[in-house]
């Protein structure tokens, strides 16, 4: 099975902004409850946004009024809007798509194989 593909990841200074994009051909996206996790080297995986079929968003404290996700459901296409990034952002972010709700647990069904994102002060 094709997994997602995320792409956009970078370096950037702290205070940057980088946009961040996930797609699957064949993948019917409004479909899906979606998400975006990251994990920083040698740290656990945490959950950052997720977006249900509906639009309704959640976002993880560390990220609130920094971070937006989006979709667009004519290209298939997850999006995370990152601003203000901090060093403490600096991780490989990966999106998930789940035909249920999963909120912040990582029972994901379908994993995309991460995208670098590195915040330098």
């Known amino acids: 099975q094709v997994p997602l593909v995320e792409s956009g990841g970078g370096s950037v200074q702290a205070g940057g902004s980088l946009n961040l994009s996930c797609t699957k051909s064949?993948?019917?996206?409004?479909?899906?409850?979606m998400a975006w996790f990251r994990q920083p080297q040698g740290g656990e995986r945490e959950g950052v946004a997720t977006?249900?079929?509906?639009?309704?968003?959640t976002y993880a404290d560390s990220v609130k009024g920094r971070f937006i996700i989006s979709k667009d459901n004519t290209k298939n296409s997850l999006y995370l809007h990152m601003t203000s990034l901090k060093p403490e952002d600096t991780a490989a972010y990966y999106c998930?798509?789940?035909?249920?709700?999963?909120?912040?647990?990582?029972?994901?069904?379908?994993w995309g194989q991460g995208t670098q994102v590195t915040v330098s002060s």
């Open positions: 064949g993948f019917t996206l409004r479909q899906y409850f």
């Open positions: 977006i249900d079929p509906d639009g309704a968003t």
């Open positions: 998930a798509a789940s035909q249920y709700r999963r909120g912040f647990q990582s029972t994901y069904a379908t």
